[in-house]
């Protein structure tokens, strides 16, 4: 079962074939464009009518390519309503559904045992993997001192948000991310060592006068309180005409 397998181990495996995939399309540099990948690997990606934030797939008989569990003679159809950025995750999340087999043979796990939530899962973290490389990523990360912003420039074709969850999980902590829509926190979690996320404590003053800077203004901020075990905490303002959503990286004092 692969419940059963330790997290450490599957990720790295999800990690392995990702990068597998993106030297097989020849991408070696971000930012990821899953469309062309799926290309590489034969799959042809239409706009269709379907819903919005959802992708289907349908195969074309006797289209098939010669590589073992590759996606060649298969249709994804996108929503015409998503964003960029969403089409993107979409293609990668299909890519991740049509490659599972590579992943379960070097899980040694039995892909019929695997229950369809796991199976969306696994999909999921392939397409964070595929889109936001680990090798990549933290190097980068790290030249830009963790900046969303930064990021974002060199990931084009991943959202602010699947950016900061890729920090969350990738950043030695301890440290906190936190996404305000609109005024109100949408989610926020904790992370130390790259642990699993948790459920961190309530937001400090200094955590909400950064937010409420960056909502009023509409700019970055970056301020070190050193009160309240906070050490750093940057806001950065993801605001569009009708929506206004705020990101914050909070890096406390380590215990």
């Excluded at 991408?27 to 934030?53: N, Q, S, W, Y």
């Excluded at 990549?136 to 060199?154: G, N, T």
């Excluded at 400090?204 to 970056?222: I, M, N, S, Y």
Aim: one cysteine or more.
């Amino acid at each position: 079962m692969i419940g059963e397998i330790p997290a450490e181990e599957l990720s790295a495996v999800v990690e392995m074939v990702s990068r597998e995939v993106l030297w097989e399309a020849g991408v070696d540099r971000p930012p990821v464009d899953a469309i062309a990948v799926a290309a590489t690997l034969g799959c042809t990606v239409v706009a269709g009518g379907g819903r919005a934030g959802r992708a289907s797939r349908v195969s074309l008989g006797g289209a098939a390519s010669c590589q073992p569990h590759a996606p060649g003679g298969q249709v994804i159809v996108l929503s015409a309503e998503d964003r960029p950025e969403r089409r993107q995750w979409c293609v990668a999340h299909e890519l991740g559904e049509l490659l599972a087999g590579r992943i379960f043979d070097r899980l040694d796990a039995d892909p019929s045992e695997t229950p369809d939530a796991a199976r969306e899962r696994l999909a999921n973290r392939f397409a964070n993997c595929l889109l936001l490389p680990k090798r990549w990523f933290i190097p980068d990360a790290w030249e830009c001192d963790w900046d969303l912003l930064a990021l974002k420039q060199l990931y084009r074709s991943a959202s602010h948000e699947l950016i900061a969850r890729r920090m969350l999980e990738l950043h030695d902590g301890p440290i906190a991310l936190t996404v305000i829509d609109n005024g109100e926190q949408t989610w926020r979690l904790a992370a130390w060592r790259r642990e699993s996320p948790r459920r961190p404590p309530p937001p400090c003053p200094a955590e909400l006068d950064a937010w409420q800077a960056a909502f009023a203004l509409g700019d970055p901020v970056d301020s070190r309180p050193r009160a309240d075990g906070v050490q750093r905490v940057r806001a950065w303002p993801v605001h569009e005409p009708d929506w206004k959503r705020e990101i914050l990286l909070t890096e406390f004092e380590d215990p």
